[in-house]
């Protein structure tokens, strides 16, 4: 019984279909009439005109995105937690050349305006500091946490003013709408980019990368090229996207996921180190309660000597998610 | 009846298998069961020690084999029309932090030791000038060439003379060991690195990284965490090059495609450009002739005024390569 | 008798005059007196609004200067043997982030409109291959040559209906507005960007960039910055760019250069490579006649097995080019 | 009176005599007598076998530095206030394609064994987080505070153990090694670079890069061209640097820096935010106090609202400094 990470999810049935069903020769890179479809499918999600291109990791999405906003010799405003500052092996700085994440702090890896403020009004040196340029938040944070529309709308005020891009992190965005119970656009509104996850929600290896300004769309084509990763046979990627937004697979997944999370949640709430939000549970457990879980064959990652992480996904089978919550009721 | 590239080929039926069976969870990243096979499965073929590690496109694989090989203030010595230099928007120069390509002359998009040292002999202003560090040949050669082994051994020699590394770019390595009727080894002998192709023939996004120096491989794994290619579901990239390797699926795709090209050519013996070494035919047709073609539903690319360029695949039907074969003798 | 280089000539005693005077506390970097009056001072040579930034080489001049106008999936069009190619051991592409030199041919390392053409016309793959951006020329050319007002106006048309940015080496720029008789605005028309070189015409170690767009500025103080070239002590570099503008002593000392190339050339009409258009003279001399001279005391550079180089600076003893013209016409 | 940076000061006689002996014909670039006698000179201060390489800023030297031992992936242990993180603009992720700087705290901007483990321990994802693989301290620190043997022998120690390279920004080794009365080598070991300043310290735009392992001279000569640092008339640079090596003049200027440091010091004792042990006095000052001082003819820097930042250099003035000392005292 695996709580390890989404990543190590299955693949959805119908995203197997639809990749098969790709599988007829067709124009090669992004020329097919699949990937062709990406900007219309996601511009009927959000209700405004965008452009979404395909890649094949979170961490090139991130990366991307990025490049729109920010210069070589600029700064990206995020959480010291962020998975672009923690667990990306300065993917980030590789693809725009070398602009500094710039640490803000924050509960549950959370931004708020303050956090940003605070790191802005230490940059008072000119131009022998990096000036910011970008703020970047994932939604769902990494602790599982998602910014509801109220909280999105003040920092995206906030860069405004400041005239700063605002890129959001989507690896987990499913679930975050899942449990908002908002829209698509209401969860994203304002980013000016989102990276949209969907291989740990029932794909392969596609996440996509929308642009709510499709005028950066050449910039992001030339550095997904530059980056390696306009796949020749980009249909494939293509057709696991469509397959997830068509009839709302992406959030029915999403919402499979958080349920599995609120069931083992739901047995172990003083041990909670934060609401569940999404699909991760933080769970307070010492060496002998995590060893006891582990003998009876749930498997999941340590997060320091206090905290283990569970995570849940779309497949995540119903009776698994309440055997951990009576394991865990249990100890 | 498609002649416009190997990448719009389909995905062989025991590439689907391989990648079906592997759709179970497993250790995310490369930390799954057959990500850890690569290694063992590459050495067996080449019979030495290597290390093997998955990428999804030929451009990162070249890009991040050449991080092995060359700094950001060196060069690598490549044909004036190879890939990395006319096809990958800049890629190996991404990776590599700047690295040039040094251009060299040579028929057939091959390049000779006499070539090489053209450029060589141009590198004289000291550290005004980037020093040479690297040699990158492709197999079978942008025009469908292969590189026999005492051509690659006169190579390898000027190589080790100059303290230069050795690059293959391999996209259609299979294609040229299946034309030279040799082994793997002695196809990529004395490269220190090697791009194994296997998107195009029969995988869906998967090639290799073959390092021949095994201990080059911890600097490709940062890296290529840092270039976003590391997937989180790698299990689907690895089955799919195993699936290739085992039982020799490789090789037998690429003499599938290679005699297809070979039916194709076998009627147009004087409208040849080069011999026919791997999967593609490059032919003299002028306007006229190449409508006459179409109007016929072949489809392929124009090369220039002058040539056309058509690939065959692993899955061309025998039926379409000798229906052209008949329609190009009967022009 | 030295016709090495003119970057081994001395410094002017009116700019060691004006660095010692530079010598009081002051405020550091560019926010000194000196430094602040470079804007007026080149605007006002030129006749139009620009900004001006001191820096310490030719190479970092001409570096930052690209990056105002080529992303670093660009490229720039320039001659084959053009500096930033040849000489600058790839610094425009480390400060451009990854921008490639797209080469053209041309006599007299001069580029023309049809020959910038002929290398756009071989980009045509899409987003698989590097987009031109900019054209950087050489003001003399890597020969010696001018480019008149006509040529420039061709150029600047080419670049205009192109969208291309257009970078003027100016390392010896004022060798050309000496030689061509012209204004500074009319040698330089129509750059969006030009390196003034001082330190080869009697500075010590400064150069400017002069931006035509005022609004490019930020950006090159930031890079410049970034690129450890904003000095501490900037007055010492504003004065020698200021000694050399006032009075016009940056015409006067190419002046004096010109001549006595010219003084040389006098002598040797038939074994002149290209006509004499600034402070450089490349001679067809055998290696009997190289030492012969050498004998005689005069320092040169071998170009290739049939070519010298000599160049003459703003301290060339009048009766240095006369000797060495005599020993030639006796040759 | 100014206090507000050693960077005012003016140049000393001694450099600039030295410098006007250098204005003679000589090899372009390093290839000149003087430059030629770095290396010699060094290695007799150091007691060892060292190279030594002009620059014309500290944050050249610092980042050339950097990239003789940190790769693109990787990253650097500095404290969170160190200059190469707070004043360089990113010149280090510049130079090093990439590298981050990881943040340790520490009392006055030193590090400590401790400190730097806190930030190693914090290393353990593996390829998806940077590898520290350098160390850089700051001799003396932001704050004016030396290292003792004994504790860079702790770092050192721990660098070795860890297998990290530990870089020196030595922009005023002088004043520590005046401050510590011990030998240059015992204020630098056991670091295996250092950023040797000059230009703070009587020169005019140049820095040394030494060390400690000569055969990484070569990597610095490529990238330092590279970066457009390579001066065409080298000899200037290297003229300072010999004048204040020569007799002792780079510890005779440090010296008197630090006495007038003591004077003004010496009157401010409960003032002190650290004890002075180079040429920096961070004293706390009012609003109040600070334009009490203004009004008297003192020019200096806030550092924040409770401390403000004054710097002694070479030629302050012995009656400036015993006047400040008794305006603060009579505060």
């Given at each position: 019984m695996q709580f390890l990470s989404d990543n190590a999810a299955r693949v959805h049935p119908k995203v197997w279909a639809a990749m098969q069903a790709a599988d007829?020769?067709?124009?090669?890179y992004d020329g097919d009439a699949l990937s062709q479809r990406l900007d219309a499918a996601f511009s009927e999600l959000f209700g405004r005109e965008v452009a979404a291109l395909w890649v094949s990791s979170g961490t090139a999405a991130n990366s991307l995105a990025l490049t729109t906003m920010v210069e070589p010799h600029g700064g990206v405003v995020c959480h010291r937690e962020a998975h672009i500052e923690m667990?990306?092996?300065?993917a980030p700085g590789f693809y725009t050349h070398g602009a500094k994440l710039l640490l803000a702090e924050g509960a549950g890896a959370k931004l708020t305006p303050a956090a940003i403020e605070a790191v802005l009004g230490g940059i008072t040196r000119g131009v022998h500091q990096v000036p910011a340029q970008a703020i970047s938040i994932t939604q769902a944070s990494e602790y599982g946490l998602a910014y509801r529309p109220d909280e999105l709308a003040a920092i995206g005020a906030l860069a405004q003013a400041q005239g700063l891009g605002l890129h959001m992190d989507g690896a987990r965005f499913a679930n975050a709408v899942a449990a908002l119970n908002c829209s698509a656009s209401e969860a994203a509104w304002?980013?000016?980019?989102l990276s949209f996850g969907c291989t740990k929600n029932g794909g392969m290896d596609a996440d996509a990368i929308v642009l709510?300004?499709?005028?950066k769309a050449d910039l992001v084509r030339w550095r997904r090229k530059r980056g390696g990763h306009?796949?020749?046979?980009?249909r494939f990627l293509a057709a696991q996207v469509l397959a997830l937004l068509e009839g709302g697979l992406w959030l029915e997944n999403a919402r499979a996921a958080n349920g599995a999370a609120g069931e083992v949640a739901g047995a172990a709430r003083e041990r909670l180190l934060y609401p569940i939000e999404a699909n991760e549970i933080f769970l307070k457990l010492d060496a002998g309660e995590r060893a006891a879980l582990r003998a009876q064959g749930f498997q999941f990652y340590d997060w320091d000597d206090a905290v283990v992480r569970m995570v849940t996904a779309w497949d995540t089978p119903q009776e698994h998610a309440a055997a951990l919550g009576k394991a865990i009721a249990a100890l």
């Open positions: 007829a020769p067709d124009r090669p667990d990306e092996c300065g304002p980013a000016d980019a709510f300004d499709p005028e306009l796949q020749s046979k980009g």
